[in-house]
């Protein structure tokens, strides 16, 4: 039972934090916003480099809901910092749609989008890390906004990017 209890206490703490957390960066997707996280040195240049909707789920055990549909989204993450920064990305992200529902990321589905983050990331000084983190979204809901905040959720600093309409 406590394996379960912890990610799911994180994960409502951090869709909280996210609730409550500022917005100082804004921009579309493709655009680079530098955010900043709760200890000295922790910085981030984040970009969100590709939103897959609807995306297809990468086996038939771990398909969404009826009536929902996956979304992936693909992060890039240099840390511009002085210090290493360990992360989970899952619990800083969120996506909202076009009628202003949030929705968490999922750390039981992965799709064929691409390689998925780790439960789990850390990062040099100078160094990168790039995945997809997947959401599961109603069917009829389109993402208009990603947003990211460090250390879980709880950094002062939220980026914020918005989803061009599919063409």
């Known amino acids: 039972m406590r394996r379960r209890t912890a990610p799911l206490l994180a994960s409502v703490l951090a869709g909280s934090a ?24 922790e910085k981030l240049d984040v970009t969100v480099t590709k939103v897959v909707d609807p995306a297809r789920a990468e086996n038939s055990i771990f398909k969404p809901d009826e009536g929902d549909h996956l979304v992936a989204v693909q992060f890039r993450m240099k840390n511009t910092g002085t210090v290493e920064y360990t992360d989970a990305p899952s619990f800083g992200a969120e996506v909202i ?59 002062d600093d939220t980026g914020e990017w918005k989803v061009p309409k599919a063409r």
């Open 18 to 41: 996210l609730a409550l957390a500022p917005l100082s960066s804004d921009g579309k997707v493709g655009d680079t916003l530098s955010l900043t996280g709760l200890q000295d040195g």
């Open 97 to 155: 749609d076009q009628k202003d529902q949030r929705f968490d990321a999922s750390v039981l589905h992965a799709t064929t989008a691409g390689a998925e983050f780790p439960g789990s990331v850390t990062i040099r000084p100078g160094a990168k890390a790039v995945g997809f983190l997947t959401f599961e979204v109603p069917d009829g809901s389109r993402v208009v906004t990603v947003q990211y905040t460090m250390n879980s959720g709880f950094a």
